[in-house]
């Protein structure tokens, strides 16, 4: 077996969450426009990723895929590091697996294969263990604690990046150690726990300082002015901010000087200096569109939009909110043609397996129906021959019957499991049903015993009609939501789709639900955000689109306090219109968006009316885009609100 020289391989920063103005690390775009840059020659020495050097072919391939890496060739990067780790598999030489094993897992969390990344990093750490080689093994926890906090399991991943910290003080490396301490500080900033994330950031910065890394010791400040602004402090955010700058500048890194320029704007707006904050942005758009940095762009343009949005200036606002949308629209798209080259790859390596299989499948075919013949042969001399006949008829045939008797357990078992989802299903419902019908009911029926009391008094009849038609709308609407849950998860919903007049659909739902809004003392208002002759028509079921809206307009009457105020937005992004609405109620708090889509769910949030709430609305929302081709976006940090954003396809591109 070839000796390798350690392997120095940490993964790149990640975006944890979106904040207002950027996430936590560095070069961190907003949750929709996940970073996907490798780890680049002239980074921070704790990131940096280098190969390992050794003779014949898994070296050099080794390499080759490190270069596919560093060039955003992920998908082939993807495929060169399994056929290596294979190789090396074959080969007995579990160092070489372990290193190409750490490259998969990089990868395929860059690519945003978030489970694809745990699990074979997991392989990658029990390749390493045998080994005790602290390299591998700090790179390898490292690396797995950013795909779990790319999964929100934070607990995990506080776990992962304790080992990983073992390893590379073990390893006595002050960059690998602060760069392990960076990660676990974005591991608390992504869950918010500023107190916990402030120490690791300085320790981080001591020691690239010490060390002489000055790009690490630049990001660190960048961490710590991040955390200064997110924590209201904008001042000590642009000294910080101004600091790594500097740093940037003196040695010549375009991507991280655009960045900085994008961030010390931020903090120039957020201390109300906003001519200043333009002259900062224009900065960085002169150094990041010549070299077509899609993702800085984009952040550029959103906090453009801001200043000119602070400034009055609402025409230039939304052409940079506009330019903003076509870059994430271009980076999504990036990443998707990214993912179907991987899935390709994978397709075309199963395909090979699966004719290797059929060929040596053939192969045994071939030489059973030799042996058989020769069985036969020698059958014809004599009664033992017909003896051994009939025992493989009966053998045959018992295997025939277990066959079948073993696909008759599978049906069976099949049709169990069916039955048992449909019927907690149908529990399910019929709970909510008996809760939520049972106080409108009881409504309509103390209004009929009114009116047989009261049979003479016009206006009171009246006045308890009107409460009659409002309960039995109430439930009328509970049972359209029980019967489109139910018909969703049997997969029996079906659209008629065609071009849909988005703004004038928006405009007879809000008028719908003025009244509503009103008994509420909340405001509720149509924002036009294109102008109405150039926006398309959004291709859609008009019925459905209208349910949606209906939805999200109701949710956020119902958390909205008196005196707040409901906003329904519809424009154009790219290739899609959308329709967005906005509330000022208490928002959502974590834990919320990562349930918030489950049927019979209820969120922290408690209705401002009493109102009841079946959790069905937003999964019923969710699928029905879905079904449309549309993305559901949702943005909103506690206390301040939340925005829904249905993005549609337009008619025009089909």
């Known amino acids: ?160 990046f304790a080992r990983a910290l073992e390893h590379a003080e073990a390893l006595a490396n002050p960059a690998r150690i602060a760069h392990v301490l960076n990660g676990a500080a974005n591991n608390h900033l992504a869950r918010r726990d500023y107190a916990a994330a402030r120490p690791l950031y300085e320790r981080a910065l001591a020691l690239r300082e010490a060390s002489g890394d000055r790009v690490g010791a630049a990001d660190s400040s960048t961490n710590l002015g991040t955390l200064a602004l997110l924590t209201g402090d904008p001042t000590s955010a642009l000294e910080a901010y101004q600091r790594a700058l500097v740093i940037y500048e003196s040695i010549g890194q375009p991507r991280r000087i655009a960045r900085g320029h994008r961030r010390v704007g931020a903090a120039l707006r957020r201390l109300g200096r906003l001519d200043e904050a333009l002259v900062e942005l224009r900065l960085s758009l002169a150094v990041a569109e010549p070299l077509g940095l899609t993702p800085v762009l984009a952040e550029t343009y959103r906090e453009l939009a801001r200043v000119h949005e602070a400034r009055g200036e609402f025409r230039s606002a939304l052409y940079y909110e506009r330019r903003q949308a076509a ?110 019908l049972k106080a409108p009911l009881s409504a309509v029926s103390a209004s009929a015993a009114r009116i047989e009391q009261r049979p003479g008094d016009t206006a009171a009849i009246v006045d308890l009609a009107r409460h009659i038609r409002t309960d039995a709308a109430h439930m009328g609407g509970l049972v359209r939501e029980f019967l489109d849950s139910a018909a969703i998860e049997a997969g029996r919903l079906q659209l008629q789709r065609g071009p849909v007049n988005l703004l004038a659909l928006a405009r007879d739902t809000v008028d719908d639900y003025r009244p509503l ?104 929302t969710r699928e029905l885009v879905s079904m449309h081709d549309g993305l559901l976006e949702v943005e909103s940090q506690p206390g301040h609100g939340a925005t829904f954003r249905v993005l549609l396809p337009t008619a025009e591109e089909a």
Do not use: C
């Not at 019925?543 to 109701?554: K, P, S, T, V």
């Open 1 to 160: 077996m070839k000796r390798l020289v350690p392997l120095l391989l940490v993964s790149a920063s990640l975006a944890f969450a979106q904040f207002d103005d950027g996430s936590p690390g560095q070069d961190l775009p907003d949750l929709a426009l996940r970073t996907q840059d490798a780890s680049s020659p002239d980074g921070n020495l704790g990131e940096r990723l280098s190969t390992f050097f050794a003779e014949g072919a898994l070296g050099e391939r080794y390499r080759e895929a490190v270069r596919l890496l560093e060039k955003g060739e992920y998908a082939s990067a993807l495929a060169a590091g399994r056929a290596g780790a294979a190789d090396a598999e074959a080969a007995g030489d579990e160092r070489s697996r372990s290193a190409f094993l750490l490259l998969v897992g990089r990868a395929s969390w860059t690519l945003g294969d978030f489970a694809g990344a745990v699990e074979t990093l997991l392989q990658q750490i029990r390749a390493a263990e045998p080994l005790a080689d602290h390299d591998l093994l700090s790179a390898g926890h490292h690396a797995l604690g950013l795909s779990y906090t790319s999964t929100q399991d934070y607990e995990a991943a506080d776990r992962a």
């Open 327 to 436: 870059a994430r629209e271009s980076i999504v798209n990036e990443q998707v043609r990214q993912r179907v080259v991987e899935l390709d790859a994978r397709y075309q390596a199963e395909r090979r397996e699966n004719e290797i299989t059929r060929l040596r499948l053939d192969q045994e075919t071939k030489a059973a129906e030799l042996a058989r013949r020769r069985q036969q042969n020698l059958a014809l001399g004599g009664g033992l021959a017909l003896v051994l006949g009939l025992g493989a008829v009966i053998a045959l045939a018992q295997r025939a019957r277990l066959r079948a008797v073993r696909a008759a357990r599978e049906a069976d078992e099949r049709a169990r499991l069916q039955a048992e989802q449909a019927a907690r299903l149908k529990s399910r419902l019929l709970q909510i049903a008996a809760h939520d």
């Open 517 to 620: 809004a009103e008994s509420k003392q909340q405001r509720i208002a149509l924002l036009p955000k294109a102008d109405p002759d150039e926006l398309p028509a959004a291709l859609a079921d008009a019925a459905r689109l209208r349910q949606i809206l209906d939805n999200l307009i109701a949710n956020a009457l119902k958390f909205t306090p008196a005196g707040g105020a409901v906003e329904l937005g519809v424009g154009r992004s790219g290739r899609w219109v959308y329709a967005e609405v906005s509330d000022s109620g208490p928002g959502l708090k974590p834990d919320d968006l990562a349930k918030m889509f489950q049927p019979f769910t209820p969120l922290s949030a408690k209705p401002t009316g009493e109102e009841n709430s079946s959790g069905l609305g937003l999964f019923i």
